[in-house]
């Protein structure tokens, strides 16, 4: 699997839990503090960050209930994060 095909599946689950409603490349870039090219080039193949296949490659590893604590985790982080 290409890193690209990964960010279309998360873009697309994204979307689906917006029941539907399309969410623009620009706004999923400023979402992620990165430019709208850069993550055009995420989603084309263009260009591939290694972090987010390095990352992938170890949630790979993780059974599907490991992989959903991980996520909580990272959530509580980035709340705790927020509310400084």
């Known amino acids: ?5 990964i960010f ?5 689950a994204l979307e689906a839990k ?3 409603r399309k969410i623009s490349q620009k706004s999923m870039a400023e979402q992620l503090g990165i430019s709208m090219r850069t993550y055009q080039d995420w989603r084309t193949g263009k ?3 290694i972090a987010a296949r390095a990352l992938m490659q170890m949630l790979g ?4 209930d ?3 604590r991980v ?3 990272i959530r509580a982080l980035d709340e705790q994060s927020d509310s400084k």
Request: aromatic share 0%.
């Open 8 to 12: 279309n599946i998360v873009h697309n």
């Open 47 to 49: 260009a591939q960050p």
């Open 71 to 73: 996520v909580h985790k």
């Open 18 to 20: 917006n029941h539907g």
């Open 61 to 64: 590893e993780l059974d599907d």
């Open 1 to 5: 699997m290409k890193v690209s095909d």
């Open 66 to 68: 490991e992989i959903v």
